[in-house]
C-alpha cells in the first residue's frame, strides 16, 4: 500500500490526520488517547493566559446536518497546562502542536512565550473562536491587520513554527491568509466552526447556554473545502485543512484542494475514537485506487 | 439527535434528607448504569444516573448539593426539563452470587441493577452505606428486593447498621461467603477502596465513576481520565476493576469545569 506520511512545515507526520483543538484533548493523558487511535499529530485543547470555567451547558447540541457548540475556551491557564502539554508530548509519541488564545494582542504573546519553554515544534494560533465574543469581541480572524498583529508578536515571543487557525465567515479569506503569512506565520490551519444557532421551539430559547455556537461537522466540510481552496491559490505555506472530515474520501478532498494534512473533530462522534486510523487506512486504499503514490502528489490535484 | 427533548415531570418523591426521586414521563430504552443529561433551560445540564425504570417513565435521584442540583430537586409535577440520553456503559450481570456496594446517592444505579439481577434469580447482597443514617437511600425499596437479611447497613457514625465504612463489611463478606462479582457506586475513594479490596480477593466487579461532563457523548473531552485518556462518558461510567486499576486519579483528584485539576481531599 502506498506510504500516506505527509510532512508540514520539515515535520514529518506518521499520516496526515491531526486531533483538531477542542475536541477530546483536554488533558496529556487525552492527547495520548487520541495518538493511540492513530493520529498523526495532536492539537491539545485551546490554552489562554489565565483559568477559564467556560460556558454553562448545554455546550455542544446537534442538528440534522452537523454539530453546534459554544463550550467557551475552558482551560486551567498557561501555567497549570504546561505538564497537561509536556505529558502530551512526552507520552504521544507523535507531534504536538499547542494551540493558544487570547484576549488580547499582548495575552497572545505572554502565552506563547510561556509554552516555549516546552519547545513545541509547532503552535497553533486560534485567532477565530466564534464563542466568545461577550469576553473577547470580536475574533481576531476576522480582520486581516489584527490577525497579522497578532501573529507578528506570537512571533516575536517563540522560535516555534506557527500556524494560523482561521475562520471561514469572512468576505475573502485569501486577504487574512495573505496577512498572516506576511506576519510570519508558517502554515494555516483552516477552518474554525462557521457561526449558527440552534432553538428548541418548545421552550422558545437557544439551545446552547451561550445561545450562539459554532457549527461543525459534516455541514462545514464543504465550506472547509472551498476555503482550503481559495487559501491554497493565495499562499504558499501548508494548510493544515479542518472540517467535517471524517472519512478516507473526506480528507482526499481536502488534500485535492491543497491541504498537507486534515484536522479531524466532530468525525470522533461519527466515526468514534479510532477514527484518525479509519480516515488513514481508508485514505491509503482510497489513493491506491486513484493512483497517487504521495500525499504530496494528490495534494491541490483540484487545481490542476 | 443529540438535542434535549423537553420533558414533564410526573411526580417527585422525597427519599431522605436532602434527596429526591423525580419521575420524568417519557419512556427511554436504557440498561442501570446508564446516565441521561437534565437541562434547564437558562440554567445549565448535568448527568444524573436512572435509578427507576419503567416502561413509561423513569426516575433520577437527585441529591441537593448546589445551584443545579437545588433548583432541580425544587421542580414538581408539571414542570419541564430538557432530556438527552441516555449515555455510557451499563453494568453487566454475571455469576450467581453478586454483591452490590453503594454510598450516598450512588446507590441510584445498583437498585436498578439489583431488580434485573432478582429477574435472573440471582442471590443479592446489598451493602449500603452513608455518614449518617437520615442519608441512607432507598433502605424500603431494597428491603422489599432483596429481604432484609441480605441488606447490610453502616453509617460512618454508627447511627444506624454497623458502625465503619461499606468496604468492612465488604472484606467481612468477602472472607466468608463465594462471591462471584461485586458492583460498586458511590463517592470516588470508596469505589477505589473496593476496587483494591477486590483485587486483592480476585474478586472481579464494576465501579460506576463520576467525572465533571459538558457534552456526555465523547466529544469535549472534558470527562477523560488520568493517565489513560479514556472518556467516562464514553467508555464509561461503569467500568471493570481492570481498567479502574490503570486509572490513577481514582479516588485523588478530578478535574473542575475549567478542566483544572483539583484533590479530592478538599471534598468531604
Ligand atoms: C455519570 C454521573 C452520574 C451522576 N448521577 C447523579 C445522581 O444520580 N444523583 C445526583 O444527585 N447527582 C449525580 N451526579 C452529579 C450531578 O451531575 C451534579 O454534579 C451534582 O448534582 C452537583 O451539581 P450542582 O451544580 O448542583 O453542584 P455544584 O455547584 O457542581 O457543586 C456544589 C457543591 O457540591 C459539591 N458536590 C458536587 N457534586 C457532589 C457530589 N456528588 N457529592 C457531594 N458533593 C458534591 C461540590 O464540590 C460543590 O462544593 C452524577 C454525575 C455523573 C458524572
Ligand atoms: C467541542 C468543540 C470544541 C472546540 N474547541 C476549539 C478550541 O478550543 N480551539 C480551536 O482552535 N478550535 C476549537 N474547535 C474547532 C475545531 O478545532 C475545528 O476547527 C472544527 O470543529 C471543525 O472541524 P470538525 O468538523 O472536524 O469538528 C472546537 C470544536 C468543537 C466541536
Ligand atoms: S463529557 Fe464530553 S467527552 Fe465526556
Known amino acids: ?14 499520516n496526515p490526520t491531526i486531533l483538531a483543538s477542542g475536541i477530546v484533548g483536554v488533558s496529556g493523558a487525552a492527547c495520548m488517547y487520541a495518538a493511540k487511535n492513530g493520529a498523526g499529530a495532536i492539537v491539545p485543547k485551546s490554552i489562554g493566559p489565565v483559568e477559564r470555567e467556560g460556558h454553562n451547558n448545554p455546550v455542544l447540541t446537534e442538528f440534522e446536518g452537523g454539530f453546534l457548540n459554544a463550550v467557551g475556551l475552558p482551560n486551567s491557564g ?47 494560533v486560534n485567532l477565530s473562536c466564534p464563542n466568545t465574543a461577550n469576553d473577547f469581541g470580536t475574533p481576531f480572524a476576522l480582520d486581516a491587520n489584527e490577525a497579522s498583529e497578532v501573529i507578528k508578536i506570537v512571533k516575536e515571543n517563540t522560535t516555534a513554527k506557527i500556524s494560523a487557525k482561521l475562520g471561514p465567515n469572512v468576505p475573502d479569506i485569501k486577504a487574512i491568509a495573505k496577512a498572516v503569512v506576511e506576519a510570519g506565520a508558517d502554515a494555516i490551519s483552516a477552518i474554525n466552526t462557521m457561526p449558527g444557532m440552534v432553538i428548541d421551539v418548545k421552550t422558545a430559547k437557544p439551545v446552547l447556554h451561550n445561545k450562539q455556537g459554532g457549527i461543525s461537522g459534516h455541514a462545514l466540510k464543504p465550506i472547509a473545502v472551498n476555503c482550503v481552496y481559495e487559501i491554497y491559490k493565495a499562499v504558499n505555506v501548508p494548510i493544515i485543512g479542518i472540517g467535517g472530515v471524517s472519512t478516507g474520501e473526506d480528507a482526499a478532498e481536502m488534500i485535492m484542494a491543497g491541504a498537507t494534512a486534515v484536522g479531524i473533530g466532530t468525525g470522533i462522534y461519527y466515526r468514534g475514537i479510532d477514527v484518525f486510523s479509519k480516515v488513514s487506512y481508508e485514505l491509503q486504499k482510497l489513493m491506491d485506487e486513484l493512483g497517487y503514490d504521495s500525499i504530496e502528489k494528490m495534494k491541490g490535484a483540484a487545481h490542476k | 439527535m443529540e438535542k434535549p427533548v423537553i420533558v414533564e415531570i410526573e411526580k417527585t418523591i422525597d427519599e431522605t434528607d436532602g434527596i429526591k426521586t423525580i419521575f420524568i414521563k417519557h419512556s427511554i430504552e436504557a440498561k442501570p448504569g446508564q446516565f441521561v443529561m437534565v437541562w434547564i433551560p437558562g440554567l445549565d445540564e448535568k448527568p444524573f444516573a436512572i435509578s427507576y425504570l419503567e416502561k413509561e417513565k423513569f426516575g433520577i435521584t437527585v441529591a441537593a448539593v448546589g445551584e443545579f442540583s437545588d433548583n432541580l430537586s425544587k421542580m414538581k409535577e408539571g414542570d419541564k426539563v430538557g432530556l438527552r440520553g441516555p449515555y455510557g456503559t451499563n453494568y453487566c450481570l454475571e455469576g450467581n452470587n453478586i454483591v452490590m456496594v453503594g454510598g450516598g446517592y450512588g446507590a441510584a444505579s445498583l437498585v436498578l441493577l439489583a431488580e434485573q439481577a432478582l429477574d435472573k434469580n440471582m442471590n443479592i447482597k446489598f451493602i449500603l452505606g452513608a455518614r449518617d443514617k437520615n442519608k441512607l437511600l432507598y433502605i424500603e425499596r431494597i428491603k422489599k428486593l432483596v429481604g432484609e437479611e441480605n441488606l447490610i447497613i453502616t ?8 458502625k465503619g465504612f461499606v468496604t468492612d463489611a465488604l472484606k467481612e463478606l468477602l472472607s466468608k461467603e463465594k462471591v462471584d462479582k461485586v458492583f460498586s457506586c458511590g463517592p470516588d475513594k470508596m469505589m477505589k477502596s473496593v476496587t483494591e479490596l477486590c483485587t486483592e480477593n480476585n474478586v472481579k466487579g464494576e465501579i460506576s465513576m463520576e467525572r465533571w461532563m459538558k457534552c456526555g457523548f465523547g466529544l469535549c473531552g472534558h470527562c477523560c481520565v488520568d493517565p489513560i485518556g479514556i472518556r467516562v462518558c464514553k467508555e464509561g461510567p461503569v467500568i471493570d476493576f481492570e481498567l479502574a486499576n490503570k486509572i490513577t486519579e481514582l479516588g485523588s483528584y478530578h478535574r473542575v469545569k475549567s478542566s483544572r485539576k483539583e484533590s479530592l481531599e478538599v471534598k468531604k
Open chain 1, 1 to 14: 500500500m502506498v506510504n500516506v506520511e505527509t510532512e508540514l512545515c520539515g515535520i514529518k507526520l506518521r
Open chain 1, 78 to 124: 498557561v501555567d497549570s497546562s504546561l505538564e497537561e502539554i509536556e505529558s502530551a508530548m512526552k507520552n504521544s509519541g507523535v507531534p504536538v502542536f499547542p494551540s493558544i488564545f487570547g484576549g488580547t494582542k499582548e495575552e497572545y504573546g505572554e502565552v506563547a512565550k510561556k509554552i516555549s519553554v516546552l519547545n513545541p515544534q509547532m503552535i497553533e
Open chain 2, 155 to 162: 453509617t460512618d457514625d454508627g447511627s444506624m447498621g454497623a
